[in-house]
Protein backbone atom coordinates (compact mmCIF):
# COMPACT_ATOMS: atom_id res chain seq x y z
CA UNK A 1 0.00 0.00 0.00
CA UNK A 2 1.18 3.46 -0.50
CA UNK A 3 0.80 6.64 1.05
CA UNK A 4 1.21 9.79 -0.83
CA UNK A 5 3.46 11.98 1.52
CA UNK A 6 3.61 14.75 -0.71
CA UNK A 7 0.71 16.41 -2.92
CA UNK A 8 3.51 17.17 -6.25
CA UNK A 9 5.88 14.43 -6.54
CA UNK A 10 9.85 14.52 -5.68
CA UNK A 11 12.42 12.35 -7.63
CA UNK A 12 12.60 9.88 -5.54
CA UNK A 13 14.97 6.75 -5.52
CA UNK A 14 15.11 3.49 -3.32
CA UNK A 15 17.54 3.53 -0.69
CA UNK A 16 19.19 0.00 -1.28
CA UNK A 17 19.93 -0.63 2.44
CA UNK A 18 16.54 0.88 4.62
CA UNK A 19 14.41 1.12 1.55
CA UNK A 20 13.39 4.04 1.83
CA UNK A 21 12.34 6.57 -0.28
CA UNK A 22 15.15 9.33 -0.76
CA UNK A 23 14.62 12.68 -2.85
CA UNK A 24 17.17 12.78 -5.14
CA UNK A 25 17.94 16.62 -4.82
CA UNK A 26 18.48 16.48 -1.67
CA UNK A 27 19.52 13.07 -0.05
CA UNK A 28 19.96 13.04 3.81
CA UNK A 29 22.55 10.42 3.44
CA UNK A 30 24.35 11.58 0.01
CA UNK A 31 25.45 9.70 -2.44
CA UNK A 32 27.39 6.72 -3.34
CA UNK A 33 28.41 5.14 -6.80
CA UNK A 34 28.64 1.41 -7.08
CA UNK A 35 29.01 -0.38 -10.66
CA UNK A 36 28.28 2.68 -12.36
CA UNK A 37 24.96 3.43 -10.82
CA UNK A 38 24.77 6.24 -8.44
CA UNK A 39 22.49 5.32 -5.08
CA UNK A 40 20.62 8.21 -2.65
CA UNK A 41 20.32 7.53 1.04
CA UNK A 42 18.46 8.92 3.81
CA UNK A 43 21.03 9.19 5.81
CA UNK A 44 24.78 9.32 6.34
CA UNK A 45 25.07 5.69 8.59
CA UNK A 46 23.03 3.93 5.67
CA UNK A 47 25.28 4.94 2.81
CA UNK A 48 28.17 3.96 5.60
CA UNK A 49 26.69 0.73 5.61
CA UNK A 50 26.14 0.27 1.64
CA UNK A 51 29.81 1.53 1.28
CA UNK A 52 31.21 -1.49 3.00
CA UNK A 53 29.33 -3.96 1.68
CA UNK A 54 27.32 -2.71 -1.32
CA UNK A 55 26.81 -6.18 -3.71
CA UNK A 56 25.18 -7.40 -0.10
CA UNK A 57 22.68 -4.94 -0.18
CA UNK A 58 22.02 -4.98 -3.71
CA UNK A 59 21.11 -8.37 -3.39
CA UNK A 60 18.65 -8.34 -0.78
CA UNK A 61 20.90 -10.28 1.27
CA UNK A 62 21.64 -7.33 3.94
CA UNK A 63 18.98 -5.00 4.87
CA UNK A 64 18.60 -2.53 7.67
CA UNK A 65 15.42 -2.36 9.38
CA UNK A 66 14.35 1.64 10.36
ZN1 LIG B 1 18.41 4.57 4.66
Known sequence: MKIPLF??????AEDPVCHM???????????????GTT???CSPGCRVAF???PAAYL???KSIEM
Open 7 to 12: SKKPET
Open 21 to 35: KVDISAPGGGTAEYD
Open 39 to 41: YYF
Open 51 to 53: EKE
Open 59 to 61: SGE
